[in-house]
Nanobody
Framework: VQLQAFGGGLVQAGGSLRLSCAASGRTFSGYTVGWFRQAPGKEREFVAAIRWSGSNTYYADSVKGRFTVSRDNAKNTVYLQMDSLKAEDTAVYYC??????????????????WGQGTQVTVSS
């Protein structure tokens, strides 16, 4: 599975962005898709994830209530709607896919395929 994340950019604090993660090569069928981010000088951290069915979603506490993950399996695309952005959301955002178990959903080890990152910069 090849993944491509796009939609990043520069936005003011309080603004919104929507990231997209598109799959090619093969479908997302059966895969959980996660979003991670890495800020300069920091470890990569889990942001959100969504199961193949779309019925189960997971969020880091830091983004809960502000970010929404969704997917359109017909389009082989997963979205991350980011609202009420804060300066601390500034990071490179990555999407990843894997046939993972619940225990690993919030960890990098739960994912086999990674896209290139897209930069999100929030100005305060």
């Amino acid at each position: 599975v090849q993944l491509q994340a796009f939609g990043g950019g520069l936005v003011q604090a309080g603004g919104s962005l929507r990231l997209s993660c598109a799959a090619s090569g093969r479908t997302f069928s059966g895969y959980t898709v996660g979003w991670f981010r890495q800020a300069p000088g920091k470890e990569r951290e889990f942001v959100a994830a969504i199961r193949w069915s779309g019925s189960n979603t997971y969020y880091a506490d830091s983004v809960k209530g502000r970010f929404t993950v969704s997917r359109d399996n017909a389009k082989n695309t997963v979205y991350l709607q980011m609202d009420s952005l804060k300066a601390e959301d500034t990071a490179v955002y990555y999407c990843a896919a894997g046939r993972t178990i619940v225990s690993f959903i919030t960890t990098s080890r739960g994912y086999n395929y990674w896209g290139q990152g897209t930069q999100v910069t929030v100005s305060s």
